[in-house]
């Protein structure tokens, strides 16, 4: 049996992420900070277990990594995926707001990461960081949101270089635009237009679309592969025009 935790999981791509690791027969847990929506969504999953962790808080995320090996026993992979996005140029991003994009998109990779590592070493384990094509290209209005995850690309390879010796693989992943609940507050009926003019194969990516690559990267078809960015993008990255 093999174990994944999932933070971000009460929906979006951390939800279908859950759902696929589930078809290849993996436990999941799946955490997140909003509960009602959490506990909903692990009821419905038979193989998981929901587990309420805020991200960004030190004390929580070692309460969270606890419960995962007293549920399982182990973990294989971790999918730090839970994220928060809000647009705004630098003299509109105030300090709060700076703080809260870091604090969950970047200080959460770090201390679910480091938490989680000693149960990964011992499995040889996988970690997959979902980034952002906003973190490749910058544009007019993320000083914090691309910010935050230009630093998880860094981060990535940096862990990937220190845990290589342990046999514990890092990658990360950058999806273009989702239609989920954090991009309906974020993508304006411009920045939609924009994403669509700038997409070499003219759609939005699904859900799906990004858990199938989260999943392969865990999987044993990817066991020589660590450090790498992959943008699940629709092309848009290649494409060269600039990010809306
Ligand atoms: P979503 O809002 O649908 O889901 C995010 C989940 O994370 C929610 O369930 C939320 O409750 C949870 N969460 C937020 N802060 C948390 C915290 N501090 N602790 C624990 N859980 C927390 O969003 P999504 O689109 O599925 O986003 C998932 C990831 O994909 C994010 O990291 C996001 O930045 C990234 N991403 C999304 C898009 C997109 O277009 N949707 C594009 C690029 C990258």
Known sequence: MKVAIVTGAARGIGLATTKLFLEDSWRVAMVDCDDEELQKASNALPGTVPIYCDVSKPDMVQEMVSRVLDAFGRIDALIN???????????????????????????????????AIP?????????????????????????AYGTSKAAVIHLTKQLAVELGDYGVRVNCVSPGPVKTKLAEAVHSPEIIKAYYDGIP?????????????????????????????????????????GLP
């Open 81 to 115: 995926n839970a994220g928060v996005a809000m647009f705004t140029p630098l003299e509109k991003t105030d300090f709060d707001t700076w703080r809260t994009i870091m604090a969950t998109n970047l200080d959460g990779v770090f201390l679910c990461t480091q938490t």
């Open 119 to 143: 149960a990964l070493k011992e499995s040889r384990g996988a970690v997959v960081n979902i980034a952002s094509i906003s973190g490749l290209r910058a544009s007019t209005l993320r000083v």
């Open 201 to 241: 194969l003219n759609r939005s990516a699904t859900e799906q679309d990004i858990a199938e690559t989260v999943v392969f990267l865990c999987s044993t078809k990817a066991s020589y592969i660590t450090g790498q960015m992959i943008a699940v993008d629709g092309g848009f990255d290649a494409s060269g025009i």
